[in-house]
């Protein structure tokens, strides 16, 4: 409207296209008999030394292109222009959305006040200090995505993958992630600590796309930061406050948000290698893994050199010193059981949970739902079955590890030739796990 005001609407004269400012020429009045040059505004009203607001509501007119707007308002022009028209099948929807989430997740009390009693939500445990059921932490490539699918597809727990934020995501059951995983490591020195952080917080926007990671997984951001703006100061300053909070909490039970069970999702190390390998290194084995990676696994575990780690050393010791990290956890008590996703069922994964008993049941209505669904006797019920995997399905047949992968030398392993050391931590922890080493060849079937 205002480049119309402005500079008219566009008009082909002679084959050429030029800007013609409308209503610099009086216009007549089509009710006049005589013709006379008496000015009158779009309604048909005499203008009475207006002749500005006539021009303005003229221009608007003509610029739409439409000979019967001559007898509407002002008003009427304006709710009728095309975007004003389409615009409201956007805004309306948008802001149903945000008030489901809003109602739903953080005030359903208001639903069942309005209601009077008839409709009655979930309560909310946004800004509470009810713990949640469950939170599963889990190496990137272990198959948390399809675990925390799985859940809430078969057994409608509302759990979240890589997100605690229980005000606009259904993350009230628990979440599956593995940066969550933080929360467990073993407290280092201040200094250390603050360095990992700020390696963290100081990356650019690009670093934690494919990581996993944004302070808004953990909630409403304390700053406000605007979820508009992907990454900025403001969500700069919430990353610094949320891993100040939660790296490694659990060592003084210090965490925001707590959960009724901590488990350890784990799956075959070796396998778990395979699939960053081909999610992380550019060019294969023995290509260069990508920075971001490079940045996480210095951050999490700086007294390991990964930016100087062959492509497949980084990935493998990045594995190595998570899953170690967790062993300990599970030792101190800090992390209550483990399983293994290769040989797991969504009810199997229930029941670590405490999903199966009233009395470790933190949501009572969800006891009754999985105890239906995982009733021995209902051997229809697909949460009975192992999960199966339909999601981040990255390794299908192209990266296969043999034991003599992870000796030193080999695809530009920086280590002296030879060297056992990384063979002999996957093996303490395939036994840490019962997952059997002769599965596992130790030469590669093709050279």
């Not at 993350?171 to 073993?186: K, L, M, P, T």
């Amino acid at each position: 409207l205002l480049c119309w005001k402005r500079f008219g609407r566009p008009t082909v004269v002679d084959g050429e296209r030029r800007m013609v400012v409308q209503g610099k020429k009086k216009r007549r009045s089509k009710t006049h008999k005589n013709d006379t040059e008496r000015e009158t505004d779009p309604r048909g009203e005499a203008s009475g030394g207006s002749a500005t607001k006539t021009s303005v509501f003229a221009k608007t007119q003509s610029a739409m292109g439409n000979d019967k707007l001559d007898d509407m308002a002002f008003t009427e022009v304006f709710s009728g222009h095309p975007l004003v028209r389409v615009g409201k099948y956007v805004l309306i929807p948008y802001v149903l959305y945000l008030s489901y989430y809003y109602f739903q997740l953080q005030h359903p009390e208001v639903v069942s006040l309005v209601t009077l009693g008839l409709v009655r939500l979930r309560p909310a445990i946004y800004n509470s200090a009810s713990p949640r059921q469950v939170l599963i932490v889990g190496t990137q490539g272990s198959g948390t995505v399809q675990m925390a699918s799985t859940l809430k597809r078969q057994l409608g727990l509302e759990i979240e993958h890589e997100s605690t934020d229980a005000a606009w995501s259904f993350a009230r059951d628990g979440s599956v992630s593995w940066f969550h995983g933080i929360r467990f490591f073993a407290p280092t020195s201040q200094k250390e600590k603050l360095d990992s952080i700020h390696a963290l917080c100081s990356a650019p926007q690009s670093t934690h796309e494919n990581m996993g990671f944004h302070p808004a997984m953990y909630g409403p951001p304390r700053n406000k930061c605007s979820y508009r703006a992907k990454w900025n100061d403001c969500w700069k300053s919430e990353c610094y406050m949320i891993l100040l909070q939660e790296w490694a909490c659990m060592s003084n039970l210090s965490c925001d948000i707590n959960f009724r069970a901590n488990l350890h999702q784990v799956r075959n190390p070796v396998n778990n290698i395979e699939s960053l390998i081909t999610k992380f290194c550019v060019g294969g084995l023995e290509g260069s893994v990508q920075e971001p990676f490079v940045k996480y696994a210095s951050a999490l575990f700086p007294t390991h050199d990964f930016a100087n780690d062959s492509c497949i050393d980084a990935v493998s010791y990045f594995v190595v010193m998570y899953l170690e990290a967790m062993v300990k956890a599970r030792e101190k008590g800090h992390i209550d059981n483990f399983y293994r996703v290769e040989d797991s069922s969504a009810c199997a994964v229930a029941d670590a949970a405490g999903l199966t008993q009233l009395s470790t049941t933190v949501y009572e209505p969800n006891y009754e739902h999985v105890s239906k669904l995982c009733n021995d006797s209902d051997v229809r019920s697909a949460a009975q079955n192992v999960v199966g995997q339909d999601r981040n399905k990255v390794n299908k047949g192209q990266v296969s590890l043999a034991w003599d992968d992870f000796l030193g030398g080999r695809h530009g392993s920086k280590r002296k030739d030879g060297d056992h050391e990384l063979v002999q931590r996957l093996k303490r922890l395939f036994a840490a796990f019962s997952y059997d080493p002769t599965k596992i060849l130790d030469e590669p079937e093709f050279s």
